[in-house]
């Protein structure tokens, strides 16, 4: 059953839920530098497998980007 949610601002349709951890692989993320938010929360990168997008759940996903 498919589940709606909000990343990045963006109104998205996911097959199912789906840990945070899978998102990212899934997403060609996986091992860079990332900021996530998990319905206002931050999320610790240790707590990504643990931390599962539901129905109505919203992300913030963002990479650090360096200047000067």
């Not at 951890?21 to 938010?37: D, H, Q, S």
């Not at 931050?42 to 919203?58: F, L």
């Amino acid at each position: 059953m498919p589940i709606r949610v909000t990343i990045n601002g963006r109104d998205l349709e996911l097959p199912k839920p789906i840990s945070l951890e899978r998102y990212i692989e899934e997403r060609e993320l996986a091992g860079r530098r990332l900021a996530v938010a998990h319905n206002g929360d931050v999320v610790p990168r240790d707590n990504y497998a643990e931390a599962i997008i539901n129905d109505g759940d919203t992300l913030e996903i963002v990479r650090p980007v360096g200047g000067g």
